[in-house]
């Protein structure tokens, strides 16, 4: 369940991050100038903060969409999670 927790929460952050893209695209402000200073605060942190393509790699799909199914089969909605 760690596993499963830190990776979702991770993909979020990612998946958060190139949704902020593109509305700073939208709204013609720099995502690096807003990343940088999401970064300074430190319950935020820098690490997973880059825009980009999304998430992959062998770990994160594969954990997301187990938190999702044990939520599911547990009856517990995971909205935030769910791609």
Same mark, same amino acid.
């Given at each position: 369940?760690?596993k499963?927790?830190s990776?979702? %929460? $991770?993909?979020?952050?990612?998946? !958060?991050?190139?949704?902020?893209?593109?509305l700073?695209?939208?709204?013609?402000?720099?995502?690096?100038?807003?990343?940088?200073?999401?970064?300074?605060?430190?319950?935020i942190?820098?690490? %997973? $903060?880059h825009?980009?393509p999304? !998430?992959?790699?062998s770990c994160f799909?594969k954990?997301?969409?187990a938190i999702?199914?044990?939520?599911?089969?547990?009856?517990?909605?995971?909205r935030?999670?769910r791609?």
């Amino acid at each position: 369940m760690i596993k499963y927790a830190s990776n979702a %929460f $991770l993909a979020t952050k990612i998946s !958060f991050i190139n949704e902020v893209a593109n509305l700073c695209e939208a709204v013609e402000a720099d995502v690096h100038e807003v990343v940088r200073g999401m970064g300074l605060d430190n319950r935020i942190g820098k690490k %997973f $903060l880059h825009p980009g393509p999304g !998430f992959g790699g062998s770990c994160f799909p594969k954990d997301t969409r187990a938190i999702v199914t044990m939520a599911e089969e547990a009856g517990v909605p995971a909205r935030i999670v769910r791609p």
